[in-house]
């Protein structure tokens, strides 16, 4: 059988990946920020043997390594209250993120929904401390990446 297929690419929670998969972004981790040398030392340190990293090494990637110098959509659910969308604006830049548009629902029933495009090339945080940060914020309900784009 021929394969000519496409490669496809799916968004998956960590709490799916089996535990190599992993153990396997933890080794990449290590090595990209220079806390082993060697591929060797990595995989002692997170407990994977070399064949299962090889095997899960150039097919996973932490979601943050893909977005980046991308645009992300970052959907928002706000109370309707003087600032909130103010609070996000200021959160999102000083992390380094680029607004690139804002569309905004009129309230009903006291919220508003908030759909940012954002370019992401100088953001200085990985993507989960960007959504911790603006769920943090008092008038969030809801954050999440809905999308992300060359």
Request: charged share 25%; net charge neutral; with cysteine.
């Amino acid at each position: 059988m021929e394969n000519n297929k496409k490669d496809q690419y799916y968004l998956v929670r960590e709490d799916v990946l089996s535990e190599s998969m992993q153990k396997a972004l933890e080794a990449k981790s290590l090595l990209e920020r220079g806390k082993v040398e060697t591929v060797n030392d990595a995989v002692k340190h997170v407990g994977l043997s070399r064949s299962a990293f090889y095997k899960y090494r150039d097919g996973i990637f932490p979601f943050h390594a893909l977005v980046k110098e991308k645009i992300m959509t970052i959907f928002l659910n706000l109370e309707d209250r003087s600032g909130a969308l103010s609070g996000v604006l200021q959160t999102v830049a000083s992390l380094g993120c680029n607004v690139l548009t804002i569309n905004q629902t009129i309230p009903l029933r006291g919220r508003a929904n908030v759909t940012l495009s954002v370019e992401t090339g100088s953001m200085h945080v990985e993507i989960s401390e960007l959504l911790k940060q603006l769920k943090a914020l008092e008038a969030v309900e809801r954050a999440e990446v809905i999308g992300s784009g060359a």
